[in-house]
């Protein structure tokens, strides 16, 4: 991780600001049109309320929305806030994830090649969490166009990893720990059907088999996490009664808040567990 301010890491972290917040904004189009079973590539993006189609000038992330000042040049339609929110963040968080797992020059070409693509692992995972979270959000529901293809682009990937750094051991955990997670989260949809979705038991597996190639700490970590955060929030709902028992809160955000808390520290918050009980 880059520790300093030097003019090589501005650099990095504008290019990957810059390509962040494209990734949004595709990922934009895909929370509006997957969950509505419409293609992500065609047609063009246009305004909703006179169809003309987005001029690419008025298609460039965040500044487009400034310039116009959140209206469509063509009627003045609002354009919502959460666009230029969805482009933002999700080139914040490229950026943080980048500037967390960026290899070391110092790294020996083979684990250097192999850090470099488990770099590409975990963007490909931030930018599904980004559109997964908010259409669990929009709709409590997690599709299986999105879910469903990331078993087999993780997958590969890792394994492209462990061939350039001969970890297989990592590969073997990472596939116990998505049976592990998956398995968990089958047995809570089968005992509490009305609390916990397939669309969860689907997304587990993919989420276990990474953190478990991460190390044993950040799946202990990401699991235990994601129902800690998420317990917390729905008793906060229930608390200040903006919810009752009955309704349902999609647990998939959470989830993958979770994950990423056994991602950027389950290795740390896991040592500190067991050094806080004896065990190390």
Same mark, same amino acid.
Not at 35 to 52: D, E, K, M, T, Y
Not at 70 to 79: L, M, T, W
Not at 156 to 161: A, F, K, R
């Given at each position: $991780? ?18 962040? /917040? *494209? ?12 969950? *509505?079973?419409? /293609?992500?590539? @065609?047609?063009?993006?246009? %305004? ?23 209206? %469509?040049?063509?009627?003045? *339609? ?10 933002t963040a999700t080139a914040v968080l490229f950026v943080v994830v980048v500037f967390s797992f960026l290899p070391m /020059?110092?790294?020996?070409?083979? $684990? =250097?090649?192999?850090?470099?693509? +488990? ?8 930018? %599904? /969490? ?10 409590? &529901? ?19 990893? &462990?061939?350039? &750094? ?22 809570? *949809? ?12 689907? +997304? ?32 906060? =709902? ?16 959470? $989830?993958?808040?979770? @994950? ?21």
């Amino acid at each position: $991780m880059i520790a300093v301010l030097t003019p090589f890491s501005v650099a990095i972290a504008a290019f990957v600001a810059v390509f962040g /917040s *494209a990734i949004g904004s595709f990922l934009n189009v895909v929370v509006h049109r997957v969950p *509505a079973g419409r /293609s992500v590539v @065609a047609p063009a993006s246009a %305004c909703p309320r006179c169809g003309r189609s987005i001029r690419g000038f008025d298609n460039v992330p965040v500044l487009s929305w400034l310039i116009l000042r959140g209206h %469509c040049r063509d009627c003045e *339609a609002p354009i919502p806030m959460r666009y230029p929110l969805v482009e933002t963040a999700t080139a914040v968080l490229f950026v943080v994830v980048v500037f967390s797992f960026l290899p070391m /020059s110092g790294e020996v070409p083979s $684990m =250097l090649i192999g850090q470099i693509v +488990l770099l590409v692992v975990l963007l490909y995972l931030m930018a %599904c /969490s980004v559109a997964l979270a908010l259409i669990d959000l929009d709709t409590h &529901t997690l599709p299986n166009r999105i879910v469903l293809p990331m078993y087999p682009v993780v997958a590969l990937l890792l394994v492209g990893v &462990t061939i350039a &750094t001969g970890d297989w051991g990592a590969l073997a955990r990472g596939s116990v720990g998505a049976f592990i997670l998956g398995g968990a989260y089958l047995a809570l *949809a089968l005992a509490v059907p009305r609390g916990m979705g397939f669309g969860d038991v689907k +997304l587990a597996g993919v989420l276990g088999l990474v953190l478990a190639y991460l190390g044993w700490g950040p799946l202990a970590v990401g699991a235990f996490a994601a129902f800690l955060l998420g317990g917390s929030f729905g008793v906060g =709902l229930l608390l200040l009664r903006r919810v009752n028992r009955s309704s349902g809160i999609p647990f998939g955000p959470w $989830m993958l808040v979770g @994950a990423w808390t056994g991602i950027f520290s389950g290795g740390t918050i896991w040592d500190a567990y067991l050094r806080l009980i004896g065990l190390a």
